[in-house]
Nanobody
Framework: QVQLVESGGNLVQPGGSLRLSCAAS????????MAWYRQAPGKQRELVAV???????GYADSVKDRFTISRDNAKNTVYLQMNSLKPEDTAVYFC???????????????WGQGTQVTVSS
């Protein structure tokens, strides 16, 4: 059974920083794309950042130059470094992973349970 477990969410003041982590565990043959999404109260879930197997990254315009996504393939972990946080960054942040679960390439998408990030003074 595959699990994605996030950590690192917290209450932080505007201008502060947080680092989110998401570790994948279970019967995983390979990890393909990984991403972070967020969902604020009353809003749809939105893509924040994505990182490919090869390390290419992409960001939502609202977080460019403030957030950095990275991955440690040896640890099956993806990170989101968030700097210069703003109140509008307040949301539940979800980890997403596209995983190969068999040697012949069967793939499935998985979501973490979410971690709360609150930016407030």
């Amino acid at each position: 059974q595959v699990q994605l477990v996030e950590s690192g969410g917290n209450l932080v003041q505007p201008g502060g920083s947080l680092r989110l982590s998401c570790a994948a565990s279970g019967s995983i043959f390979a990890i393909n794309n990984m991403a972070w999404y967020r969902q604020a109260p009353g809003k749809q879930r939105e893509l924040v950042a994505v990182i490919t197997t090869g390390g290419s990254t992409g960001y939502a315009d609202s977080v460019k130059d403030r957030f950095t996504i990275s991955r440690d393939n040896a640890k099956n972990t993806v990170y989101l470094q968030m700097n210069s946080l703003k109140p509008e960054d307040t949301a539940v942040y979800f980890c997403y992973a596209d995983l190969s679960i068999t040697s012949w390439g069967q793939r499935r998408n998985y979501w973490g349970q979410g971690t709360q990030v609150t930016v407030s003074s």
